[in-house]
């Protein structure tokens, strides 16, 4: 028995939550269990990170004061995470006071210390990653991918932390820790990264408004990670108001993050950590992105697993088990609704529930629903068990969750076929065989108490379901495995077996999906009066020249006629699907009165309509079938 501190990353509230913001939560919910039932005396952070640029930009999209933006969007996170039944034990925001005060005290430290100058920063800057990029070979502004969009040339006074002091430092901490980074290919990059070098990193920006000042020189805001990757601290009480939890708890024994946060919480957070002299965390895991139909989930390829959707058409249990079987913990992984739907009806309907149920309605048939008592020494299965038993807790503390689910799995089947081989039916119809009857029955039932016990984080209604109905006291999840030995089942009256998890009829569910969230997107649009689209300009364009944009493959640049004194200049995203030659000639629709934006350092005039396709995800430019004037308006 110890303790143990979990922790997920603080989720942006720049738009509502997805699938993928409820995994890592899922997972350490799953761990969280798993230690409190093993007795450990257990804190579950999770919460939301609320300040930044792209938070008050999101903010101003919505036309909301940035606080009544925050709230909102927390109220959301708060409410779904309810909703997924998860257990945390705090949550914190990065806009409560307690956590900005002890923001400022981390820094006080690391600045008392030595860690942290004045000085300028000049570089190229990605709002979306809230993060400097390097700098490209020609000088020119570097284009992020990932946000499709030029970086921004900022300069401004800066304090900076002493990271290149640390290199040294993080490199032994690695080599001592080998647990710290994981998984290992993960632990690999990341010491091939620190081992390139550690620049000096800028953690104060005075182009900021909407972040912790810095303490004495509040022109200042506190870097986003700065102030992020405190809350880990800052809610165990350190440098605030709060009460200590902070040593009882530092360090924190697990941080889930993501592996595109990676290198923040493996590379900064303890360098930031050692220059407070504060202990580093045991371990950092990153798991692997959650992908939809073979791709990134995003917003502008539609392919986001809603969790109302989800919620509305699954369990917590069904989509718990899904999540943690189907993803191998570390890698990337694919949700669809197809596979969810097989792998409900494969393992739970047909493998679990049906061992459960056959098993029930057997004790109730052939001994009128009281377990029987037999002989241990009579016992078959002990061993499967046991061993399962013990392959299922090493898989579990390596945080192999998928591994540790075949585990149970195999042993269902083990019980199965034992049931099956032994044949229960014919022997009830045998006079001479009912002790053997009774010995096949108990074992079964013994077989299944112990899996419950190990699937009770996991899967924690079915769990508590199962223990109700074979008449056991307590609850699973306040019992520790290990302590249940092998054959001391009690002779309790089960309740009238009942279905766990019904099978699915995949066609009919799959169209109910498809429908809610065609219903959903309409929900999300807005009505509009007729004044407010008026307020749109579309024109018929004509296409007069289009060729790629350098170094981008993503754009094209388009000549087009309007109809006006001059052609105007077009940058569309458009170059993977097609071709520049295709164009040249085709009349296609245009927002003609979009304010100007810079692309590439090229000026797009406007902004040409397409349909996307919504499982791929590729546009259809939009066109006419009869001749239409250059420059005409559609109304
Ligand atoms: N605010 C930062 C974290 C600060 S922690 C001190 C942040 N927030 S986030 O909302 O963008 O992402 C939060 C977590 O959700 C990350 O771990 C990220 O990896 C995870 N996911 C977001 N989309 C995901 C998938 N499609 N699949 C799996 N997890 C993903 O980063």
């Not at 939560?25 to 952070?45: K, N, S």
Request: a neutral charge; hydrophobic letters at 40%; charged letters at 25%.
């Amino acid at each position: 028995m110890g303790k143990f501190y979990v922790t997920t990353p603080i989720y942006y509230v720049n738009s509502r939550p997805h699938l993928g913001h409820a995994y890592t939560t899922m997972v350490a919910d799953l761990v969280a269990r798993y230690r409190r039932q093993r007795g450990d005396e257990v804190f579950f952070l999770t919460g939301t990170d609320e300040h930044g640029q792209n938070i008050e930009r999101a903010a101003s999209a919505s036309s909301l004061p940035v606080r009544e933006h925050v709230d909102r969007i927390v109220a959301e996170y708060k409410q779904t995470f309810s909703q997924l039944g998860f257990t945390y034990d705090y949550w914190i925001r990065t806009t409560d006071d307690y956590h900005k005060q002890g923001v400022q005290q981390l820094f006080r430290k690391v600045k008392e210390n030595g860690y942290v100058y004045l000085g300028h920063y000049e570089g190229w800057y990605c709002v979306g990653c809230a993060e400097f990029k390097e700098e490209t070979v020609d000088g020119s502004a570097p284009y992020c991918e990932l946000h499709d969009r030029l970086a921004e040339r900022l300069s401004e006074e800066s304090y900076f932390f002493r990271l290149s002091e640390f290199q040294e430092k993080l490199l032994d901490y690695y080599e001592r820790n080998p647990k710290f980074i994981r998984p290992e290919a993960r632990r690999n990059e990341v010491i091939a990264f620190v081992k390139a070098g550690l620049k000096d990193l800028s953690i104060s920006r005075v182009s900021v408004k909407w972040g912790i000042p810095v303490p004495d020189d509040p022109k200042h805001t506190l870097y986003v990670w700065f102030d992020a990757l405190s809350n880990y601290i800052t809610a165990l009480g350190y440098g605030n108001y709060l009460e200590n939890r902070f040593d009882k708890f530092w360090p924190a024994d697990l941080h889930l993050v993501g592996k595109d946060i990676l290198r923040f919480h493996a590379v900064y957070w303890p360098a930031f950590l050692m220059a407070a002299g504060i202990e580093p965390p045991r371990t950092v895991f990153a798991h692997g992105m959650w992908l939809s139909g073979g791709r990134k989930m995003s917003k502008t390829v539609g392919n986001v697993i809603d969790l109302n959707t989800l919620m509305r058409h699954f369990s917590n249990d069904q989509v718990r088990y899904f999540c943690y079987r189907e993803m191998s913990f570390g890698q990337d992984g694919d949700f669809t609704y197809e596979a969810l739907i097989d792998r409900v009806n494969a393992d739970l309907a047909k493998g679990l529930g049906n061992l459960y149920s056959r098993t029930m309605k057997m004790i109730e048939k052939y001994c009128d629903g009281k377990l029987p008592s037999i002989d241990a020494s009579k016992t078959a299965l002990g061993d499967v068990i046991l061993a399962a038993k013990e392959r299922f807790e090493r898989e579990m503390q390596d945080y192999n969750f998928s591994r540790a689910l075949e585990v149970v799995w195999e042993a269902i089947s083990a019980v199965d076929k034992y049931i099956s081989d032994s044949a229960p039916w014919k022997l009830a119809k045998d006079p001479a065989a009912q002790s053997e009857l009774q010995t096949v029955l108990y074992s079964s039932a013994e077989a299944i108490r112990h899996l419950t016990l190990l699937l009770a984080p996991i899967l924690p209604t079915s769990a508590e379901t199962m223990w109700k109905g074979m008449g056991l006291e307590g609850t699973p999840l306040n019992i520790v495995p290990a302590t249940v030995p092998w054959a001391s089942l009690p002779q309790t009256i089960i309740s009238p077996p009942v279905q766990l998890f019904p099978t699915i009829d995949k066609e009919k569910l799959m169209a109910e999906i498809a429908k809610s969230s065609d219903i959903q997107t309409e929900q999300k649009t807005p009505t509009v009066t007729i004044e407010d689209f008026a307020k749109i300009d579309l024109r018929v364009a004509l296409v007069l020249e289009a060729e790629r944009v350098p170094k981008a493959d993503k754009l094209l640049r388009l000549i087009v006629d309007l109809g006006e004194d001059k052609p105007r200049q077009i940058v569309a995203g458009i170059a993977q699907y097609y071709a520049p030659e295709q164009l040249i000639g085709r009349k296609i629709i245009v927002v003609a009165n979009l304010e100007p934006r810079k692309l590439r350092g090229l000026e797009s005039q406007g902004m040409l309509l397409a349909a996307q396709h919504s499982k791929e995800g590729r546009p259809i430019l939009a066109g006419f079938l009869e001749d239409v004037p250059v420059g005409a308006k559609l109304k």
